[in-house]
């Protein structure tokens, strides 16, 4: 199997990008399409806060290019209120509610724990179990659903595909060669998140995916990268890429099996709008599309 780069940001509708990185003008339902014509993933995050519905699912595949790609935000009822647990019907709920109108464009889905949830290997454990691997077993999990979901379930897999998982954590017990090789065991990919050294920093390598999430390196969701920054990240994307698992002071576990693997990169520094531009330099970095022929100018 061929593996993949891929560069986008975290969300795309952000006031402060139009008349900036969006053309004066631009209608906000074009806003994706034209994100689309520059990156090759976005991040949905609206997810996290409440249940989207099929249609905008839907919407958001038309409005994207065949070969793109979307990662998933897994909601906070699930991950900051229940805190996993007892969560079988809120994941149902969550994957009927139209994550599967996506199709071949879904990715993988992100589950991000609230900073005051601590290593809890049982309850990790628990909830790994429960998450389903391919979107055959979603669209099943989702039959599950309860009335909590107020739109009509959509079940439809035309054709069962994988699906993989990633976490990302913010208590400091997580930094513990257990956790690393609980993520392993389970298959489940460890998010690398720069957080401006808000919460705690890993870079070990547990699945054939590394999600890398760039909240900012010096001032969380604002400060943009230097070139220096993103050629140092471009060059940990590469290691990764091609199936190194590179020892640095933010691992805490042994090498992972040396396999070449996916890397999908989020850009979540939004507030000064420097998450796309961030992205489209990586991306160029990379030797990565930045723009397709028929994307236009930038706003």
């Given amino acids: 199997m061929a593996r993949e780069i891929r560069i986008g940001t975290s969300g795309w509708l952000y006031p402060p990008w139009r008349g900036t990185f969006y053309p004066k003008g631009l209608p906000h339902r074009l806003e ?4 689309a014509q520059r990156v ?7 997810s996290f806060y409440s249940l989207q519905r099929p249609e905008r699912y ?6 994207t290019p065949d070969d793109f790609l979307f990662s998933v935000k897994g909601g906070r009822f699930i991950t900051h209120m229940k805190q996993l647990r007892d969560v079988e019907t809120a994941l149902a709920n969550f994957l009927a509610s139209g994550v599967l109108a996506l199709g071949h464009k879904l990715g993988p889905l992100l589950w991000q724990l609230p900073p005051r949830l601590a290593y809890d290997p049982g309850r990790l454990s628990d909830f790994f179990r ?6 055959g077993a979603a669209a099943t999990l989702a039959a599950k659903h309860d009335e909590k979901l107020k739109c009509e379930a959509y079940l439809d897999v035309a054709e069962d595909r994988p699906l993989r998982h990633a976490l990302e954590v913010r208590h400091p017990s997580f930094a513990v060669p257990e956790f690393v090789e609980l993520l392993r065991e389970h298959d489940v990919a460890l998010v690398v998140a720069d957080t401006a050294g808000t919460w705690p920093y890993l870079e070990d390598v547990t699945s054939d995916l590394v999600y890398v999430r760039l909240h900012g390196d010096i001032e969380l969701y604002a400060s ?3 070139r220096s920054a993103l050629h140092t990240w471009a060059s940990r994307i590469s290691a990764w890429h091609a199936g190194e698992s590179p020892r640095t ?8 099996e040396h396999r070449r693997r996916d890397v999908l990169v989020y850009f979540d520094n939004d507030i000064k709008v420097k998450a796309p531009g961030d992205a489209m330099t990586l991306a160029g970095m990379l030797g990565l599309r930045t723009a397709s022929p028929d994307a236009g100018p930038l706003g």
């Fill in 224 to 226: 943009g990268y230097t």
């Fill in 130 to 135: 429960l998450l389903p691997r391919s979107t």
């Fill in 32 to 35: 994706l399409a034209y994100l």
């Fill in 40 to 46: 090759g993933t976005v991040e949905i995050n609206g």
């Fill in 249 to 256: 002071e933010h691992t805490v576990a042994g090498p992972a």
């Fill in 58 to 63: 839907a919407r958001w595949f038309e409005q």
